[in-house]
């Protein structure tokens, strides 16, 4: 979901833009119009989740999924070694990627319990010529969050924030690079967020695409060929509504209401479970099953019909999967909870 505020904003914005005579989708990308969009989206960015100096912030094509390879371009250059924790099928998908680029290992998984939970991991876990250090910060698919920044000592640290990005505040610092495609969050599919510490830029491989390369990305602040305008504008909007509503904090406090309003029912009741461990249990994705694959199939199909929407588990896992990320109100929540335990009442399990 986005905002409601933010799409009436851009519906009011769609034919022309201030006083440009123009749509921001017909606009050229050097405009003066333009520039002041693209800076002010990465101030507010700035702003929003306290991002210091010596940080970059570019804006990228590719989705999050081109990260996979542009990282270990970028960043897998002094030893050619990366370590992994694979906590899910993006963080698999990130690390199988590496691989074709150097020497990338798994330094921690829960693949063998199903990506139920978040491996734990101490600074022995990496190998400490380890190039960097990769991980998915939430799990979109399993509906797990890492409950604790891996400890990597001098080691950059390098997460895959796609679905969790200003969901709660995050210490920036702890991380030498943060991504995310902003479709999860922040704005439509097309842009793609990168957060990086100077020092580590400026080493890519000599093989890196242009597209590919942070530092061609930085020294021409994101528009070295045409970037994704309309994206990079509607994410502008959002991030200045999350400065509006309070900020992250604001967000943290309202999506953990959120949670706990379907989490406390979960527990409450044995209709429905959760596959995922009470230790890394996801803000944004709950994950949660009937336990009989055509109820499973029903619910998904009514809850559609109750316009309660997108609620089929991935087809990797099945079930259902709420995602209730920054934009869905208190209320949509509650009107799934009321639907699960409608559904529940009138669709009993037989006796086995
Ligand atoms: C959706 C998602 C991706 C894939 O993103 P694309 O932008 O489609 O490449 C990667 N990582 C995470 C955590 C995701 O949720």
């Given at each position: 979901m986005l905002p409601l505020e933010v799409l009436k904003k851009a519906q009011a914005e769609l034919l022309c833009y201030g006083d440009s005579g123009m749509s921001v989708m017909e606009?050229?990308?050097?405009s003066p119009e333009y520039e002041a969009i693209i800076s002010d989206a990465q101030k507010a960015l700035r702003k929003l989740m306290n991002i210091p100096d010596n940080y970059k912030v570019l804006f990228m094509q590719g989705g999050a999924s081109t990260q996979f390879a542009a990282v270990p371009y970028n960043l897998?250059?002094?030893?050619n070694r990366a370590d992994y924790i694979v906590s899910g099928q993006f963080s698999k998908k990130a690390y199988q990627e590496a691989k074709k680029y150097g020497d990338a290992v798994i330094a921690a998984s829960s693949a063998g319990a199903n990506f139920a939970f978040v491996p734990e991991t101490t600074?022995?876990?990496?190998?400490?010529?380890?190039d960097y250090v990769h991980i998915c910060f939430n799990n979109t698919i399993y509906?797990?969050?890492?409950p604790y920044i891996p400890d990597t000592g001098d080691i950059p640290l390098v997460a895959?924030?796609?679905?969790?990005?200003?969901s709660e505040p995050v210490?920036?610092?702890?991380?030498g690079l943060i991504y995310a495609?902003?479709?999860?969050?922040?704005?439509?599919?097309?842009v793609t967020i990168v957060i990086v510490r100077?020092?580590?830029?400026?080493?890519?491989?000599?093989?890196?695409p242009a597209m590919f390369d942070y530092k061609l990305m930085a020294d021409n602040d994101?528009?070295?060929?045409?970037?994704p305008c309309w994206c990079i504008y509607m994410a502008k909007l959002v991030f200045e509504w999350l400065l509006e509503n309070g900020g992250l904090e604001a967000m943290q406090k309202r999506n953990k209401e959120k949670a706990a309003l379907l989490y406390d029912y979960l527990d409450s009741q044995d209709y429905y479970s959760t596959p995922v461990d009470r230790s890394s249990r996801s803000m944004m994705n709950v994950v949660f099953v009937t336990g009989n694959a055509d109820l499973d199939k029903k619910f998904a199909a009514d809850a559609a019909k109750a316009?309660?929407?997108?609620?089929?588990?991935h087809r990797s896992v099945g079930g259902m999967r709420a995602?209730?990320?920054?934009?869905?109100?208190r209320e949509g929540v509650e009107a799934l909870v009321a639907f699960m335990k409608k559904f529940a009442a009138e669709n009993p399990k037989e006796e086995a």
């Open positions: 606009m050229s990308h050097r897998m250059t002094k030893n600074r022995e876990s990496f190998r400490p010529d380890a509906g797990t969050k890492f895959d924030m796609s679905s969790c990005i200003c210490d920036v610092t702890r991380f495609g902003a479709q999860k969050n922040l704005a439509p599919a097309g100077e020092d580590l830029i400026g080493h890519a491989r000599p093989d890196t994101s528009m070295y060929n045409t970037p316009g309660l929407k997108n609620l089929k588990g995602s209730i990320y920054n934009a869905m109100p």
